[in-house]
């Protein structure tokens, strides 16, 4: 499974570069919609891996705090946050972006271990 993902690491990198290039952009400036679909691919690999290695951790709060897990959510998040906010804008004109980034922005307490750690220190 490793060698799958980076090759989707390797994969997804030459299709973010390739899609800076502005002979390879779309009208307008806009991505490439082929080199889209590529990171769109690239992404939902990445995000069901960190799902399923999420899934099958037996702390997840240690998972999730893990230095290479925090990476992960950090590079798969730019993504999904830019599709609420595209299709946001394309709904309603930009109003209730910043709501719907927000939310998906804020974490929720996904460690009962540390709450419960936090009651009996205090």
């Not at 973010?16 to 952009?25: D, F, R, S």
């Not at 999730?64 to 709904?91: C, H, Q, R, W």
């Amino acid at each position: 499974m490793s060698v799958i993902s980076i090759t989707f690491i390797i994969v997804s990198t030459i299709g973010m570069t390739l899609n800076t290039i502005p002979t390879l952009q779309g009208d307008n400036g806009e991505d490439n919609e082929h080199l889209a679909m590529i990171e769109t691919v690239c992404i939902t690999w990445f995000t069901v891996e960190y799902v399923l290695r999420f899934i099958g951790a037996p702390q997840k709060c240690v998972f999730v705090k893990g230095v290479m897990n925090i990476i992960d959510v950090l590079s798969i998040i730019p993504y999904f946050i830019s599709v609420v906010v595209g299709e946001t804008n394309a709904g309603d004109g930009g109003k209730g972006s910043f709501d719907n980034v927000r939310r998906i922005v804020q974490v929720g307490d996904f460690c009962p271990e540390a709450e419960a750690k936090k009651k009996k220190k205090g």
